[in-house]
Structures are given as structure tokens and as C-alpha cells.
């Protein structure tokens, strides 16, 4: 491909309007994960319970900006400013949960209509860590982790959110932290956080701007379909098994066990219970 | 009765002043509450943990407008620099849990005393709808729906608080989340922040201001009102159905499982279910 | 000694500088806080969940900041800004968790280091109460009890933020709230917000500011070393009892024990339970 119409593509990426079409995207995948988070139950849930349902709905759907917004000292409610955006989820959740039949959720469900969905869902989500990047950049310049915190959270935000929106459902889930087993998404979105920070921040990353964001709107699309068509769930896992021997103990406790201290260390982990 | 003299009433309610009685009358609901909540424990309770009752009563005296300020990037804790109203809820949290032979608690459950606290309650929870509405209103002139919000977390902030304020007193029980039953006091707020709206946004009520006010201080007083004294606990519920019957799937539901397809749907959950 | 002597050494105290060395003895035993918390587990969960085992030692550290931010309408993530204490964090997080044959955790636990890091962790905790308690008073000249709660805070953040930190684990005790049993850590800290804030605000303490901040930290260093070396945990325990049998009912129960109204009482809470 020709450098110079790549470098056009990447320009026209970096300015495409999110509104309406990629709102109805993130929206309709929002109302489909609650849907199937809340699994047989849904139908006479969101029957019984509309406003609970709406509300864990909107809460996936402004999860990120809302996270971010609390954590930053910012009004938590304002992403509910954008009335537009507001109608658009609204409107999805209804056609979701209330269509006659089912048949909003069964279009839904279509996987060609799921593959679109996603594949705008990821654009989005790469336009919505670098605006995550960018916002906390202008209000630390200095503080790298506070922006790659941001950036993480705007990217997947619904994943921070999972133990409030079942809580608004009613439902208390605390081992299902994100922390404890990130997802693909908290996982790419943390790296494509770096990536934007070093290229606002450092001159290590040469390549043109455009291009940079351009990679990455490539790379999220790219395991986001992969992971539906092919199964591939997580690119990152060989990394980090790698990353965790090397300097998270792996090695180090492996050669402990050689030398025989394995037990010797059971024994410590004891001591410390009794102490406590 | 002379409509003249009725706005002239009117005009006399939206200028009551609050303090000192009103706050009484809701600290003191709020301290019975609390105590109520606490069942048979409520004494043993009150003496190993003050501290812990203490937080708890005044975080539902102040659970409004903490609430509120938390979403809406104000400081959480700015309520309390009214010192009026703190020396007011402590004092009467004193006197509910600890006057000698429990004095002050029998004379708050005597039903006169708690059905001229509950009439002046409400008069107060108008007030804090319309004061709610007003300041989201000056935030976000066009946000409806964060007026309605904040209207309705100032109108009934205990209702959403209250898990916290179990958890502060060491208890924890998710599924008594509002949002699953919303109270009769949480439904007349959102109604009453609703009508506040549609009188400040638009011009579709005609009535005088004050009138509006008051035609909802009436109705909020009448339904507590009938709540004490003759048990109906809650008004909205046949317009509830009716709207859920219509917009919500009920219609919809009858005529599939009319049809047949009631089984078809069934499997359809578990189908879900298995993906998951 | 000499009283010019003593109020010099004060004025020392008052300009120590806390960075490094007292962020490195503070982290230290947050991070061991963290290790022991985990229980004979954490080795095993260090290894297998690094991003959850750093955000909850970074929770740990920086709470007492974050929680007060929270409270004050001003940015949660604040505290990272400041690169230095984040860097010290995250070298003494790894240290305590990963070095080879836990040599490093073997140092952290030597009693004397534990001694020496303990004593500066006081030192600090008096700076931070300090400091709490002056931007609280910044923002409400005239609110005590916020300058109390966030001197409070400050002090013992992470005995407020405990809850979330086991959360980001994926532990849930709800029963495990400060507010609950408050700890010798939150009481000494609320005791030295209160007299931070009487010699601010009024002219009953006469001493020169600098022996008030003084005497603070001259107590909570003494009763930390004899809480350690002798075990004693909780000085201020009979001061607490005369108060909760004076103010908190103890007398009057006795009272009406006596007067064989004990059994009386037990059935009043048997029937507000049967009210509930």
C-alpha cells in the first residue's frame, strides 16, 4: 500500500465523528453484555425491575467517562450532559430488552451485526483512551501513571464498574474484580495508554502521529475480531507468563525449590499466619 | 376556599424557614430510622459502637446532599460546615438513643409527636427537591435528566445511602438496593423533580410558581399522611403496572405466550446461559 | 533539659523533611501491612495477581490523601502526581514481595528495622494530621468537625480504606469497618486533630505551637515503641469506658437494671423487631 494514502487513511481515522453511529454501536454492545450478565433471569428481570435495568445499562454505557471523571475531582454525572448520547443508549437498551418477540435482541445477536458492532465498538474505544490520555495530560503534565490510569479506565471502563452495575441489580459479586484477572480490553487498553503517553511525552516514537493512532485503532480491531471469529482470547498471556518469571519471582522461586528451600518457605508463610 | 388567600398560603410555604424546626423534625426520623433498622440489637448497639451509631445517623440526615455533591464534583463533606444543623442531629441522636430510661425514644414513637414530624418532613424533602433541581439546573441548563437525578437523590437521599450506612455499622446487604424496589418516597421525588423541571424548563404548566410548589407539598404531606394513619403505602402502584403493561414488554409477553411461543423463549434463556 | 534546648528541637521536628527517608519507612510497612494481611497466602497471590497486589499496596500508601481528596470535591488521583513517593512505593512494594530467597521481606520483619521505620512512620503520621487538619481549616475556616474528620483521615487512611483494599483482592468483610472498632491508630489521630485544631482556633492552649506539634509526635512515638515492645495496644481503653458509662447510657442501664427494668426493656426491643 502506498505510504502516502496510508498516512491519508490515518488522518481521516483520527478525525471520523463518533456521533451517532459508533454511540449506537458502544450502546447496543453495552445492553447486550448486561443482558447476558444477567443470563435466564433477563427476560423477568427487566420486566420486574426496568429502572434497575436501565440504570446498570447507562452505567456500562458512561461507565469510563464516569470513573474518570470521579477519580479526576470532576462531576461524576456529567457525561449525562450529552442528551444526545443519553437517547441514543436509551433508545438501544429499550430495543434490546422490550422489542416484541425479541427481536431487537435477536438482530443483535446476528453475528454479522455483532461483528460491525464490535469492529466500531474498538474505534471508539481507541479515540476514547486517547481523549482519556489527552484530558489528564493537560491537568498533570508531569504525572505519566495519572494518565495511564485515565487512559485505562475511559478504554474499559465497564470493567472497573461490574461490581457497582450488579450491585444496582442487586446482585454483590466481590471476587469478580478486574484487577485480579484483567481482560483483553483493560489489558490492550493499558498498552495503547503507554503508547499515547510516550508519543505525547517522548520523542522515542518517530512515526507520524496519525500513524501511531492509526496502529492501534488496527491492532484493537484486529483481536477483537480474531477473538470472535477465531477464539484467540488473549495475544497478551505468553508476554506476561514471561514478564512474571523474569521479574516477578518465577525464576527466583524456581531455584529456591532447587536448593531445597521450598520447604523452608512454607514453613515461613505459617509463622506470618500465627503472628497475625 | 378564595383562590387569593391560596396563593397568598402558597407564597407563605415556599418562604418557610428550615432551620431550627424542620431539621429537628428530620433528624429525629432520621435517628428512629436508624434505630428502627438496628432492630432489637438497637440498644446493646448504641452502647458498644456510639461512634459507629453517630456516623451513621448523620450520614442520613446528610445523605441528600452528600450524595448529590459526590456526583456532582462538589466536596462530599461540605453539608456538614453547617454547624447549626450537626449540634441539631447530634443532640437529637443523643436524645433518641441514650436519655435515661429511653425517654426521648418513647416520646419520638408517640404517634402524635411522629406524625407532626413526618407532615413537617415532607414540607422539607419539597424543598430540598426544588433547591436539588435549581443548582443542577444552574450547572447543566440543559441536562433534564441531571436535574431530575440530583432532584430526586436530594428528595430521598437516605433511600440510596442506606447500604453504606449499614456497612458503616458493619453490615452488609446488597440486595436491599433501591434501585430493585424503589421506596414510595423515592417515586414521589422523581415525580416531584420532574414537575419542577417541566415548571422551570417549559411552559406547559401554566400555574403560578408557588402554586406548583405547593399543590406538591400538599400531595407529599397527604400521601405520608395516609401512609401513617390508614396504611396505603403506595399510590403509584397501579399507574406502575399500567406503564410496565404497555412500554415494558407485559402486552408484548401475553401475546407470545398466547401464541406458543412461550416455551421457544424459555429455551432461548438457557441458551444464553450456556454461552456464558 | 534545658527549655531553649527543647523548644529548638521542636522547631526541628516541625521542619524535618519528609522525603525519602520517611516515605521509605512509611511504604515499608504499608507493604508489609499488605503481606500480612494476605496471610500465609501471600506468596502464592503475589505471584500469581502483581497488578492487584500493587494497586492494593499503592491504596495503602497513599489513602490517607485519597480518602480526604475524595471527601473535599478535589481530584482522588491527586496523590500519584507526586512521582518521587510513587517510585519509592512501588521499589519498597517490590522489595518486601519479590526479592530472591525474600530477603527482602526477612530484613523488613528484623525487629529493629521495624522499630526505627515504626518511630518515623509516627513522625510522619503527626505531619500528615497537620497538614490535614491546615487545608480542611484553608477550606472551611469555620467547620471543626471537617477539619477534625480529614486531620482524622489523613492520619489513618488506610484503616478507612481497608474495605476497598481487600475488594481489590477480591476479599469481601464488611464487618471489618473501622468505624466499627476503631483502632488505637484512628483514635490517637482523631485525639491529635483535636487539639491541632484547638490551639488553630481558639487561645486555650498556650504553648508555642511548635511544642504542641511537638508533644503530638513525643505520644504517638512513645505509645507505638511500647505498643510494639510491650504490647500495650490501646491506652486510651479506660478513658473510653468512663465515657460510655457517664454520656453513653452505661450509668442510666445500670440504673434501670436496678430498678428492675431490665426485663421491661428487653421486650420494648422485641417489639419494634415485631414493628419491622
Tied chains: 1, 2, 3.
Excluded at 495530560?137 to 478504554?155: D, E, R, S
Excluded at 503517553?197 to 480491531?221: E, R
Aim: charged letters at 15%; one cysteine or more.
Amino acid at each position: 500500500m502506498d505510504p502516502e494514502a496510508f498516512l491519508d487513511v490515518a488522518n481521516q481515522v483520527i478525525k471520523l465523528k463518533m456521533f451517532p453511529f459508533f454511540d449506537i454501536a458502544h450502546s447496543l454492545l453495552a445492553a447486550l453484555a448486561v443482558r447476558e450478565d444477567l443470563g435466564a433471569n433477563a427476560q423477568a428481570f427487566s420486566r420486574k425491575h426496568p429502572l434497575a435495568c436501565w440504570l446498570s445499562t447507562m452505567l456500562v454505557i458512561f461507565a469510563g467517562g464516569m470513573v474518570a471523571n470521579g477519580l479526576l475531582g470532576e462531576p461524576i454525572l456529567a457525561p449525562l450532559k450529552n442528551t444526545g448520547q443519553l437517547l441514543v443508549g436509551t433508545a438501544v437498551w429499550y430495543v434490546v430488552f422490550y422489542t416484541p418477540f425479541d427481536i431487537g435482541y435477536k438482530v443483535a445477536k446476528f453475528l454479522p451485526v455483532k461483528i460491525v458492532a464490535s469492529a466500531m465498538k474498538e474505534i471508539y474505544r481507541a479515540k476514547k483512551v486517547y481523549d482519556g490520555v489527552g484530558h489528564a495530560a493537560k491537568l498533570y503534565p508531569n504525572a505519566w501513571i495519572i494518565m495511564i490510569i485515565i487512559g485505562t479506565l475511559k478504554g474499559n471502563g465497564a470493567g472497573f464498574t461490574k461490581l457497582i452495575e450488579r450491585l444496582i441489580r442487586g446482585a454483590w459479586t466481590p471476587t469478580a474484580m478486574e484487577f485480579m484477572q484483567p481482560s483483553f480490553y483493560t489489558k490492550a487498553s493499558l498498552l495503547a495508554s503507554i503508547i499515547f503517553v510516550l508519543d505525547k511525552k517522548t520523542d522515542w516514537i518517530s512515526a507520524p502521529h496519525a500513524l501511531v493512532y492509526f496502529g492501534i485503532v488496527i491492532f484493537l480491531v484486529y483481536f477483537k475480531l480474531s477473538s470472535i471469529l477465531l477464539g484467540i482470547h488473549d495475544p497478551f498471556l505468553p508476554l506476561e507468563n514471561l514478564c512474571c518469571a523474569i521479574f516477578f519471582g518465577g525464576i527466583w522461586d524456581s531455584l529456591a525449590k532447587i536448593l531445597g528451600r521450598g520447604q523452608a518457605k512454607d514453613g515461613d508463610s505459617k509463622d506470618v499466619k500465627k503472628n497475625n
